[in-house]
């Protein structure tokens, strides 16, 4: 009914409510302007200065790469979290900034193209799962304002950028699965791409597990000898990951050089110094992923994660089991039988990652060496 309901409105119309939404619920701040994405966390101490500093280089002609500000001068690209090469980010400042720096209600409009861009990825990538619209709006929404979505939208604008790009990487990539065209592929390495020039790696490296994880799963369902599907697993995943490299390049040979001059003090006797561990005590302590929504420790169903991980809420995860439990919706989608195996997966792993801490995760990132270096 709901459904037959939908079909006689518009087809912009669902695009029309993400745009608008945002707008509504975020009134105090794009409108009213009594409360701020950039009051507190790192928002006010990194952010917000950096932002202005970029305004300011821009309008006076130049990038910023360096930062002779601070520290007798040092590298201002070199810190990722400037994004000093993410588009949407140079688009803004171009546009709305000055010699003199940029209002804060541009940065607030910035956040909310955020907010539109994490629910529409999500919705297009429901509707490519051939979800009703109603249930892809409501999916959209979950994904942009519930979790740890909304939660870093007001403490690390780049871990933000860079999650609400997240759906789109892998609404390219369901989509060079109904297709096979390749170049589908490419768009996911540009997404990818992106994340990184939006100013952090911890959302790249999520979707990477999603997307390398989709690319394995495909070419194993597929009925071709094994050679084969070595191949095309090889040429997939050097298209989606070498395009992300190239779009990232700028940031990555940059940012790859300042941490050689990188100290981190977090605990202990001494700073962390470039390219080195931190001792398996102070990570396993302070850099593990604590156990979100642990069925034996019910007052953790409250938290809202502070480092971004895939922590997805109580009520999505509730939707979750209410859907795997509804055999007819599951029978209804023939998008959900070609994917179940991928879904699958990605909820043991994500359940894996609530339970945090009482798992052999730690153990098993610590040994990776995107995790456990100085940055």
Same mark, same amino acid.
């Given at each position: !009914?709901t459904?037959?309901?939908?079909?006689?409105?518009?087809?912009f119309?669902?695009?029309?409510?993400?745009?608008?939404?945002?707008?509504?619920?975020?009134? @105090?701040v794009?409108f009213?302007?009594?409360?701020?994405?950039?009051?507190?966390?790192?928002?006010?101490?990194y952010f917000?200065?950096s $932002?202005?500093?970029l305004?300011? *280089?821009?309008?006076?002609?130049?990038?910023?790469?360096?930062?002779? @500000?601070?520290f *007798?001068?040092?590298?201002?690209?070199?810190?990722?979290q400037?994004?000093v090469?993410?588009?949407p980010?140079l688009?803004?400042?171009?546009?709305?900034?000055?010699? &003199?720096?940029?209002?804060?209600?541009?940065?607030?409009?910035?956040?909310?193209?955020h907010?539109f861009?994490?629910?529409?990825? !999500?919705?297009?990538?429901?509707?490519?799962?051939?979800?009703?619209?109603?249930? *892809?709006?409501?999916s959209g929404?979950?994904?942009?304002?519930a979790?740890p +979505?909304?939660?870093?939208?007001?403490?690390q604008s780049?871990?933000? $950028?860079?999650?609400?790009l !997240?759906?789109?990487?892998i609404?390219?990539?369901?989509?060079?699965?109904?297709s096979?065209?390749?170049?589908?592929?490419?768009?996911?390495?540009l997404?990818?791409?992106?994340?990184?020039?939006?100013?952090? #790696?911890?959302?790249?490296?999520? &979707?990477?597990?999603?997307?390398?994880l989709?690319?394995?799963v495909?070419?194993l369902?597929?009925? @071709?000898?094994?050679?084969?599907?070595?191949?095309d697993?090889?040429l997939?995943?050097?298209?989606?990951?070498g &395009?992300a490299?190239?779009?990232?390049?700028?940031?990555?040979?940059?940012?790859?050089?300042?941490?050689n001059?990188?100290?981190?003090?977090?605990t202990?006797?001494?700073?962390?110094?470039?390219?080195?561990?931190?001792?398996y005590?102070? #990570? +396993?302590?302070y850099?593990n992923?604590?156990?979100?929504?642990?069925?034996?420790n019910?007052?953790?169903?409250t938290?809202?994660?502070?480092?971004?991980?895939m922590?997805?809420?109580?009520i999505?995860?509730c939707?979750?089991?209410? $859907?795997f439990?509804?055999?007819q919706?599951?029978?209804?989608s023939?998008?959900?039988?070609?994917?179940?195996?991928?879904?699958?997966?990605?909820?043991?792993?994500?359940?894996l990652?609530?339970l945090?801490?009482?798992?052999?995760?730690?153990?098993?990132?610590?040994q990776?060496?995107m995790?456990?270096? +100085?940055?």
């Open positions: !009914m459904n037959n309901y939908l079909k006689k409105f518009p087809p119309l669902p695009y029309l409510f993400l745009l608008i939404y945002p707008l509504i619920l975020f009134s @105090n794009i009213f302007r009594t409360h701020s994405f950039f009051v507190g966390q790192d928002s006010t101490g917000y200065p $932002f202005q500093k305004a300011q *280089s821009l309008h006076s002609g130049y990038l910023p790469l360096w930062d002779a @500000n601070k *007798s001068g040092t590298s201002f690209v070199g810190e990722i400037s994004g090469f993410y588009p980010s688009l803004i400042l171009g546009i709305f900034g000055t010699v &003199t720096g940029i209002d804060l209600i541009y940065l607030e409009l910035l956040t909310l193209i907010f861009i994490a629910s529409l990825g !999500m919705y297009l990538l429901c509707r490519e799962w051939q979800l009703s619209k109603l249930a *892809s709006l409501g929404l979950v994904f942009a304002y979790g +979505v909304v939660y870093v939208a007001a403490g780049c871990i933000f $950028f860079g999650l609400s !997240m759906p789109l990487a609404y390219f990539l369901v989509k060079f699965t109904n096979r065209r390749y170049r589908y592929l490419s768009c996911t390495g997404i990818l791409g992106l994340q990184i020039l939006a100013g952090h #790696f911890q959302p790249f490296f999520h &979707t990477s597990i999603v997307a390398g989709y690319l394995l495909l070419a369902k597929e009925p @071709n000898s094994y050679l084969i599907r070595l191949k697993v090889v997939r995943f050097t298209l989606t990951f &395009t490299i190239i779009i990232a390049l700028p940031q990555l040979l940059l940012g790859l050089q300042a941490l001059n990188s100290y981190r003090w977090i202990g006797d001494a700073p962390v110094g470039p390219d080195e561990q931190y001792p005590g102070i #990570f +396993v302590r850099f992923i604590e156990p979100y929504l642990f069925i034996l019910p007052i953790d169903v938290k809202y994660p502070a480092s971004g991980n922590f997805i809420g109580l999505p995860l939707l979750l089991l209410f $859907f439990s509804k055999r919706f599951r029978q209804e023939s998008s959900y039988q070609q994917h179940k195996a991928i879904f699958l997966i990605l909820t043991i792993f994500t359940l990652v609530t945090g801490y009482y798992t052999f995760f730690p153990f098993l990132f610590y990776l060496p995790v456990d270096k +100085v940055r």
